[in-house]
């Protein structure tokens, strides 16, 4: 059993809510209203101290329930919550009318002003509320789970939507969904670049998004670093309109996919003087946190130490960085590459990934003699 919140407020005279006489002739009015509404069981009433409005509660014997709360500034809140089956039908009465409810209690209270806000989708089979990077809740038209699984790194989910595909989320947080090429195109350096015999690295990338679009430059080689096999697994199967047939064999011709953690790769390759024209990081976005201090900082400034030294003197790094409005997070990054074992500038560009819903910040990164 699942439930279907739905959120209500009106702006009226604050007059009609202090006016303990107005109320009297609106209260039955209500309880009329909700009775035949479904909301038949139970009317509480609460005054809260200083007379600082009222709360009403009304609900029915199946799980029903709506709280109407009154402020003296003239605002009215309302808050209903109803079950509803696996068809998202409400429990005992699949008439029930939230515009025409609203109608009726803009009219009874005299509101100027009337929201409606969209419903709630509450202990769903389907979670379709991923927060975006400033907590807010965004909605996704999902309409199947694909794949779910736990591996030893994180939590694994794809899940299907109409306008973007298959989406791979990881812990909960948006990866990649099959309609992003925006973001492998700026990851790779939005069409500016000549990956014809080059030398490539990747890390993470385990979506093959970024693995499939070099293979198709003709490129010397392309080396991926991707810790989790299981990822490789379920991109291979479901995410076809990322990777194609990129993660088929995990290596060809000019393709070598390494299963496991990157640092130890990156380690080897700097002792051993081994560079790359290219080292593009896939792994995380840049942390959002008040400093630059912790785990997730330690591990960002220890990646590009070290993707700097397998880096070529007339390399490119390229990058994610975050959303565009963590402005504060973008600057503590960009402060750190001031801080690396040699030189670099960077340049950065904005673009807009689809099932992001927000505008995303990529870098490219080179070194200065």
Known sequence: MAATTYLLEFTTSPDIVKN??????????????FGEAGFDHSHNTHS???????LLVYTNKIGWNAIVQTFLSGH??????????????CVANNNFDIDALSKTLKQLFSAKKCKTFPPVERCAAIDRYIPNTRNQWAEYDF????????????????????????????????????????YTRAITGSGREEFKDKEILILGGGDGGILHGLR???PKMVTMLEIDQMVLDAAKRHLRGICHDSLDQLEGVN??????????????????????????????????TQDTRGSQWD????????????LKPSGKYFTQGN??????????????LDKLHCRVRFSKEVICVPSYMELWVFYEIWKVS
């Open 20 to 33: 303990s006489e107005g109320l009297a002739g609106i209260l039955p009015k209500l309880k009329s209203l």
């Open 48 to 54: 809260f101290d200083n007379e600082n409005g009222l």
């Open 76 to 89: 009215v809140t309302v808050n209903i919550q109803i079950p509803v089956d696996a068809e998202n039908h």
């Open 143 to 182: 309409d199947r789970l694909v794949y779910e699984a736990d591996s030893s790194f994180q939590s694994i989910r794809i899940l299907h939507s109409f306008q973007y595909g298959n989406m791979l989320i990881l812990d909960d947080d948006i990866n990649l969904a099959e309609s992003d090429i925006a």
């Open 216 to 218: 198709q430059k003709s």
């Open 255 to 288: 393709h070598k996919v390494l299963v496991g953690d990157c640092i130890p790769v990156l380690e080897a390759y700097a002792r051993e003087g081994r560079t790359f024209d290219y080292v593009i990081n896939d792994l995380t976005a840049i942390p959002i």
């Open 299 to 310: 591990f960002m400034r220890y990646i590009l130490d070290l993707s700097m030294k397998v």
């Open 323 to 336: 959303s565009i409005l963590k402005s504060s997070a973008l600057a503590m990054y960009e402060d750190q």
